[in-house]
């Protein structure tokens, strides 16, 4: 099992920053990927960005490139979600997940294995 707990979300005006934590814990070994995906009130769990544990390849969704970058630091075995330009249609409760299994697909929820409790984002205009 792995246990995931984030930290840093809050309230922000837009353009603002923030960056969020996701600290893994149990048999982090096991982790092929870590991702971060949001979901917004009445709307589907959307894929953010993701990185490949050893590797440190990403990925990330078209609507936060250029704003948004994930990195991992393993020997905390804790990854980031730093948040620049922040705009009111980000407002969401960000969830880390964790997968084990190399999958084809980068952004697909039910590939991940394990997940957050999730933490909220909220975006003032």
Known sequence: QVQLVESGGGLVQAGGSLRLSCAASGRTFSIYRMGWFRQ????EREFVAAIRWSSGI?????SVKGRFTISRDNAKNTVYLQMNS??????????????????????RPHDYDYWGQGTQVTVSS
């Open 86 to 107: 922040l705009k009111p249609e980000d407002t969401a409760v960000y969830y880390c997940a964790a997968e084990k299994s190399a999958t084809p697909g980068w952004g």
């Open 40 to 43: 917004a009130p009445g709307k």
């Open 58 to 62: 990403t990925n990330s969704a078209d």
